[in-house]
C-alpha cells in the first residue's frame, strides 16, 4: 500500500525462535520513546498462553503488552490482532482482535489464514496512522520454508508495509554465521532487499574476537552487522515463554522457598515475577511430585486448560503431595485456573474444554466452577476484603490486577478474600476468590496480584512468621519502567543507533 500519511516502520525479524525479537523490539520502542517519538509494537500473530487484558477488555500477547510498556502507549488489540493460544490435543484458541474466534487444529488454522489478512493489515495500517513509529516483530523464522505459503507474521507483513528488516540471530546457541547466511539464502531476492541490517545477541566473551566473523558475513551478504548485544542478567525483564522459567530444584537453607506448579498449559506465569526479584524468596517451578519437597507455599498457576492439567496433576502424584502437605499445614494459592482446580467440581455443559461432563477438583476448597463460552477479559481494581492469615494486616488495600479465564466459580463460604471496584474502566462491587477459614488456602481470578506491594508483603510476612523467621526490610525494588530505560541504554551502547535510524528514515 502507498506510504503516504503513515508512520515509519521497522521490523526484528530472527533466524530462529528465542533469538531476541521480542527484547530488541521492546528496546528499540523505547529508544524511539526517550527521542521523543510516537512510537507503538505491532505482531501480527502471537502463540502464546502469556497473555494480558486491554483497557478496552481485550486480550493480546504479554509481549506487546510489554513492548506498549517500553513505548509508554497503552496496549491495545492492534498491537496483535492473532494470539493463539495452545490447548490440549494440538489445537490452540484463535482470539482475533482481543475476542475469541473459535478454537482450531494446525490446519484448519492454516486455512483460516487466508481470511485473517485483511485483519493483520487492517491493524498495522490503523496504528502508522496514529504513531510516528511502529516495530513489528516477527515469529520464529522467516526461512521456515514449508510454512511460506500460509505466512502473515514475517516476510509477507514486511512486504505488506515495505518494513526495513533487522534480522537477530542467538550466539550463544552456537552456528551464529550458518543461521544468518542461510536464512539469507532462503529468501526470495524481494525478501533479501527488505534485510538492512543484522543484529548478533547473547554474545559472552571478546568481541574483538568476531571482527573476523562481521566482515566475511558483510562480505558474502552485503548486509552490515548493526552490533553485538552482550549477554545480560541485570535487566528484569517478563519471560514471554515458559521454556524461559528456571527448573525445579532443589530448596536452598534459609528464606522462603515457593514453589510453583509448572503445569503443561501454565498460563500468565509473569505472575510471580515479583517473587523471583525477593530477597527472601527461592522461587521454583516443579513439575513432578519427587521435585515439590516441603515448601513454605504451593503456587498452582493458571492454565489454558484446567480439565487436562487436572488431570496431568493426577497422573504425576502432585494432587497426592498437595494435598498432603496441605493438611499437614502448607499454605496453598491458586490462580484463576489453579482457583478452579482447588474447588471441589469442574463443570463443563456445553463441552468448552473437554468432552467430560464433570470433573473432580483437588477439593481444598468449597467452591466449584461451570465452564462457559463467554470469555472474560478485563483490567480491575480491587481490595483486600479479608483480614485472616496470608492476608493479615493487608485488609482494604486497594489492587491492581486483570481477569482473563472462561468460567464461573462460586463458593461455600461468605466472605470473599477480595472485592473488586471496577472492571474495564466501569464501576463494580464484585466479590472474587475464596480463602479458607485459617487464611492459608486462597483462590482467586486475579491476576497481577503478586506485583500490588501490599499483597506480596502480607503473604511473605504470614510464611516468614510461620516459619519462625526474620522477613528481611529489604524487598523487591524493580520498578519496570526502569528496566525498560536500562534496556534502552544497553542497546544504544552496543549498536550502531545512527544506522538503524537511517535504516528506519529517521534523521540521524
Request: proline share 6%; with cysteine; charged share 25%.
Amino acid at each position: 500500500m502507498s506510504g503516504e500519511g503513515l508512520g515509519k516502520v521497522v521490523m526484528v525479524q530472527g533466524t530462529s525462535s528465542h533469538a531476541g525479537k521480542s527484547v530488541l523490539a521492546a528496546a528499540l520502542c523505547r529508544v524511539f520513546a526517550q527521542d521523543g517519538l510516537r512510537v507503538a509494537p505491532f505482531k501480527a500473530q502471537n502463540m502464546s498462553l502469556n497473555s494480558f487484558a486491554t483497557p478496552d477488555g481485550g486480550e493480546i500477547g504479554r509481549a506487546q503488552a510489554m513492548q506498549a510498556a517500553a513505548a509508554r502507549v497503552a496496549p491495545s488489540v492492534d498491537m496483535n490482532p492473532v494470539l493463539l493460544k495452545p490447548e490440549a490435543d494440538h489445537r490452540s484458541q484463535v482470539v482475533v482482535q482481543g475476542r475469541p474466534y473459535g478454537v482450531a487444529s494446525v490446519r484448519e488454522y492454516q486455512r483460516m489464514k487466508g481470511e485473517l489478512w485483511s485483519t493483520v493489515t487492517g491493524a498495522l495500517d490503523r496504528l502508522r496512522r496514529e504513531f510516528d513509529v511502529v516495530v513489528i516483530e516477527g515469529a520464529g523464522s522467516p526461512a521456515e520454508i514449508n510454512l511460506k505459503q500460509h505466512d502473515i507474521v514475517n516476510m509477507r507483513v514486511a512486504l505488506h508495509a515495505g518494513a526495513p528488516v533487522l534480522l537477530i540471530a542467538d550466539i550463544d546457541r552456537g552456528g551464529v554465521f550458518a543461521h544468518l547466511v542461510g536464512t539469507m539464502a532462503l529468501l526470495d531476492p524481494e525478501e533479501q532487499a527488505l534485510v538492512k541490517a543484522f543484529v548478533i545477541n547473547k554474545f559472552r566473551g571478546d568481541v574483538s574476537l568476531l571482527e573476523p566473523g562481521l566482515e566475511m558475513l558483510r562480505d558474502r551478504t552485503g548486509v552490515p552487522v548493526a552490533g553485538v548485544l552482550p549477554y545480560f542478567t541485570d535487566i528484569h525483564l517478563p519471560e514471554e515463554d515458559s521454556l524461559g522459567l528456571p527448573p525445579g530444584a532443589a530448596s536452598r537453607q534459609g528464606g522462603l522457598d515457593i514453589a510453583i506448579v509448572r503445569l503443561p498449559h501454565i498460563a500468565n506465569f509473569d505472575d510471580f515475577d515479583p517473587l523471583r526479584w525477593e530477597p527472601d524468596v527461592h522461587l521454583r517451578y516443579v513439575s513432578g511430585a519427587e521435585d515439590l519437597g516441603r515448601p513454605d507455599l504451593i503456587v498452582i498457576p493458571g492454565s489454558k486448560t484446567t480439565v487436562a492439567d487436572l488431570d496431568w496433576l493426577r497422573e504425576t502424584g502432585l494432587d497426592v503431595r498437595i494435598v498432603g502437605l496441605h493438611s499437614d499445614g502448607v499454605p496453598v494459592i491458586g490462580i484463576c485456573g489453579g482457583y478452579q482446580m482447588l474447588g471441589t467440581r469442574v463443570h463443563d455443559p456445553d463441552g468448552v474444554e473437554s468432552n467430560r461432563q464433570e470433573t473432580a477438583g483437588l477439593a481444598l476448597l468449597p467452591a466449584s466452577t461451570v465452564f462457559s463460552r463467554e470469555k472474560a477479559v478485563h483490567q480491575v481494581t480491587a481490595r483486600v476484603a479479608s483480614n485472616s492469615g496470608m492476608l493479615r494486616g493487608c485488609e482494604g488495600a486497594r489492587l491492581s490486577a486483570y481477569e482473563i479465564h472462561m468460567g464461573v466459580t462460586t463458593s461455600d463460604r461468605p466472605d470473599a478474600p477480595f472485592q473488586i471496584a471496577s472492571r474495564s474502566g466501569r464501576p463494580a462491587d464484585d466479590p472474587d476468590g475464596a480463602i479458607d477459614s485459617e487464611g492459608k488456602t486462597l483462590g482467586t481470578y486475579l491476576h497481577g496480584l503478586f506485583h500490588n506491594r501490599a499483597f506480596r508483603r502480607s503473604v511473605l510476612g504470614f510464611l516468614a512468621d510461620s516459619k519462625g523467621i526474620p522477613l528481611s526490610e529489604a524487598e523487591a525494588d524493580i520498578d519496570p519502567d526502569h528496566e525498560y530505560d536500562k534496556l534502552a541504554d544497553f542497546v544504544r551502547t552496543h549498536l550502531d543507533m545512527a544506522l538503524i535510524r537511517g535504516i528506519v528514515g529517521l534523521p540521524r
